[in-house]
C-alpha cells in the first residue's frame, strides 16, 4: 500500500511550513536587534550630549565661582595697612601692579617695569589669571589690544620660561584656542613672546597668545608689596 498522504488544496506540506515559520520567526529577530541597535546608538548619542553639556557648566560654574570670589575679596577684603605699593599701582594678593597702555615691544617693556622696581608679570595661580583678566577687560579699548606678561621662549623654540627663569608649569597654563603657533607667515623670526587679554572675555580664562616679540603691545609690570611705615 501507498503511504502516500493526501493534503487539501492550497495547503502546503507541514516541512514547508515549519521552514515559512523559521523565517517569520528569524526576519522578527533580526528586527528587533535592528530596532534595539538604533535604541542603544541614541540613548549613546544622548548620554554624549548630556556629558558634554555637563563638563562644560561646570568649567562655566567654577569660573564663575573664581570670579564671585574675588569680587568678595575685593568688596569686603581691606588691603593691608602697613601693605602698600607705589603711586599708580594696584595693591592686590600681596603684590602691586602697573598696568600701561602705551605700547612697546616685549624687550622695551621688561626695561620699563624693571625702571620701575619690577618686572613684567609672573602668573602663579588661577585666582591671579582671574585678576588679570577681569582687570584689562577695563584696560582694553578695542578687541585686538593684548598685554605683554613676562613669558618667553626665544631661547628655545616650546620651552616656555618665565622672566625669573622658572620654567612654565604646564598644569597652569591658559593658552587660547591652538595657542602658542609660532606663527611664521608675517613675521620668520616666530612668535616667542606671550601676551594676554579678551576684551570681552575668556572661556575658562583662557587668553594667552604668542606674539612676534618686537611688536608693540601693552604692558603688565608687577612687584611685591611694600612695607608702609607706621
Known amino acids: 500500500m501507498s503511504h502516500s498522504k493526501c493534503y487539501r488544496e492550497g495547503e502546503a506540506p507541514p516541512f514547508q511550513q515549519t521552514r515559512s515559520n523559521r ?10 536587534l535592528l530596532v534595539l541597535s538604533a535604541l542603544l546608538a541614541a540613548a549613546l548619542i544622548v548620554i554624549y550630549r548630556l556629558s558634554f553639556v555637563y563638563f562644560h557648566t561646570m568649567k562655566n560654574l ?41 605700547g612697546r615691544s616685549w624687550e622695551e617693556s621688561r626695561y620699563f617695569c624693571r625702571r620701575r622696581g619690577g618686572d613684567l608679570v609672573k602668573i602663579d595661580s588661577r585666582e591671579e589669571q582671574l585678576f588679570l ?25 616650546g620651552k616656555w620660561l618665565w622672566v625669573d627663569g622658572s620654567p612654565l608649569d604646564t598644569s597652569l597654563t591658559f593658552w587660547s584656542g591652538t595657542e602658542p603657533d609660532d606663527w611664521k607667515d608675517e613675521h620668520p623670526d616666530g612668535e616667542d613672546c606671550a601676551s594676554m587679554g579678551e576684551k570681552h572675555g575668556a572661556a575658562d580664562l583662557k587668553c594667552w597668545f604668542d606674539r612676534p616679540c618686537n611688536m608693540h603691545q601693552s604692558i603688565i609690570c608687577e612687584k611685591p608689596v611694600e612695607i608702609g611705615r607706621y
Open 23 to 32: 523565517r517569520s520567526k528569524v526576519t522578527a529577530e533580526r528586527v528587533a
Open 62 to 102: 567654577q569660573t564663575l565661582k573664581d570670579e564671585v570670589e574675588v569680587l568678595r575679596t575685593n568688596l569686603t577684603g581691606e588691603p593691608h595697612p602697613y601693605l602698600t605699593c607705589d603711586r599708580g599701582w594696584e595693591q592686590h594678593g600681596g603684590k602691586c601692579y602697573y598696568f600701561s597702555t602705551s
Open 133 to 157: 583678566e577681569l582687570r584689562l577687560r577695563e584696560e582694553m579699548n578695542f578687541v585686538d589690544d593684548h598685554f605683554w606678561i613676562g613669558l618667553t621662549d626665544v631661547r628655545e623654540e
